[in-house]
Structure formats: structure tokens, C-alpha cells
């Protein structure tokens, strides 16, 4: 079996962010749940951003997130997602190869627009996200480039995608293609609202042993296995996946494989500005550290830096060079 040629590639969401501050009067007023995400169609989505202040444009999407952070970190890194032939999906292109992470899935030239998240962030720094997938949920796995996919030591999957059918038939199909390999497959949760309606096939793809390498936060863990108490969770999921990770927020991370159980607070991080991102980067740092043969504690530490550095500033990609930052 050929030893890997790329650290890690991703599939998830081809969303460009647009990103603009407001006050919670704003959200009350457009009854929008503070610090949640929601799914918007195409005209709510031109009705709320009519409405948002002055905003910026740049490429987001959660696994795509990670991507550019692992490519930040001196990672080699590729990403699978569907764009349209518009200007976002130009705009989300053209930031991929900037980055220097690989993107040739080819854009749609019919049918929904490229994906955006309009992500409202208040004074405390707290994110309201508002997407509107658009062309990333038509991802099929006649996209799928199954020679880059075998190449790459860490199959990266994102929750968001993985509930509309066609897209989670690619993933699946993905997962066939790395495990075939020899290779190991992360999957992220993603976000507490996508679980409820895909819990019945995430359950499955984890106990089907899908999943090698498993990203939640509490809530997330809690809704996956119905449990009301996180030790619950973790001795279920322990036992369905080698390496489980849990992130915390402020209270830190924790990090199982085998019989080992590391804990770690967060990041020091001065003032928080902006949250887009921090679990995007937490996991770009994780998988970074683990594609160079660190320990699981020394991936959680990379990871907690990498998401101490997004909160900082807005956007969710890394604005500082973190090779130099966590050393690798």
C-alpha cells in the first residue's frame, strides 16, 4: 500500500461568509437565536442581507475552515466541495489556491447559486450564523476525485453536509475510497441543530466503524446518544470510535484513545472578538499535529492555540502565521 502524498483532505460546505456586526436588538427584531445557525432558502437569505449592515466577504464553510488552517500551519491540504460559476464560487476559488490548499471540484454551471453564511457578530463577540447552502448540497460523488481522496493520510468530513442525500451518498462513498486505502476518517459534528434530523445515519455511519477520529463539542455528544450527562456520552462514543475529541469553549478540551483520557483548558486568549471558527480551527490544529505524529495531548494543545488565534479577530481563517506559532 502506498504511503500517503497529502496530509489531509477535506469534503464539507462551499459557503463564502458575510460576516457584519449588529446589536441583540438586531436579532430580537429578526427573531434570530443568539449565538445559534440556521438554514435559510435563497430569499431569506437576500431579505436578512438587505437588512445587515456594512459586511465583509470571505470564504468560510467549516471543513474548508480547517483546511486553510492546516495549511497555514505548514500542512499540505485539499478540499472537495461544490461551488456555482458565479462570483462567489470564483471568490471562494480563488481564496482556496491563495491559501494554498488544492480545490479543483469543478463549479455547476446550472442550477442553485454558490452557498453564503451571513454571520451576524455581536459586541461580545458572539456569532449568529445564517446560512444558505445553496450549491454545496449538490455535491455528488461523480465529483469525487477518488485518486486525491486515496492519497491523503486523513479523510476530513463536515455534519453540515452530511444531511441532504446526495452529498451524504459522496461522503460515503468517500469513506469507502480512504478506508480501501488504508487511511483514517475524521468527522466533525459540526453544530447541535443538524443533529436532530440526522442522528438516525450518523449513528449508523459511527457504529458501521465509519469513523476513526470523532470532533463534538458537549451539547453535540449529549444529543448524539440521548444521554443528559457528558460521562455517559463519552464511555458510549469511546467505544464506538479510537480517538474521540470533545471541545469545551472556555472550559478547555478532552481527548480519549484507548485507555488514555488528557484534558486540557483553553487558550489564554486576551479578548475575544469574533467565535466564527474557533471549533474549525481547534480541529485544523488537531489534525495538523496528528499528521506529524504527535501526541494526543500535544494535538489538543495545537488545536486550542489555533482556535485561541481565530477568536481574536474577525473571520474564521488564520490572519497570523501559525507555523511559527504552535512550532510543529
Sequence with gaps: MADPTLDIVAMGDAIVDVIASCDDDFLLEHR???GSMQLLSPEQADELYAAMGVAREMSGGSAANSMAGVAAMGGSSAFIGQTAEDQLGLIFEHDMHALGVRFD???LEEGPPTGRCLILVTPDGQRTMNTCPGASHELSADALDQDLIASASILFLEGYLFGPTKPRAAMMEAIK????AGRKVGFTLSESVCIAERKEPFTQMIDSGGVDLLFANE????QLTGRTDLQSALDELKAKVPTLVITKGPQGAIGIEGDEFISIPAAPVDQVVDTT??????AAGFLAARCKGASLERCLWTGAIAAGEV???????PIVDLKALIQL
Excluded: M, N, Q
Design 311 to 317: 477568536i481574536k479577530h474577525y473571520g474564521a481563517r
Design 177 to 180: 475510497v480512504a478506508h480501501s
Design 32 to 34: 434570530l437565536p443568539k
Design 277 to 282: 471558527g474557533a471549533g474549525d480551527l481547534f
Design 105 to 107: 471540484t469543478p463549479p
Design 219 to 222: 451539547d453535540e455528544a449529549l
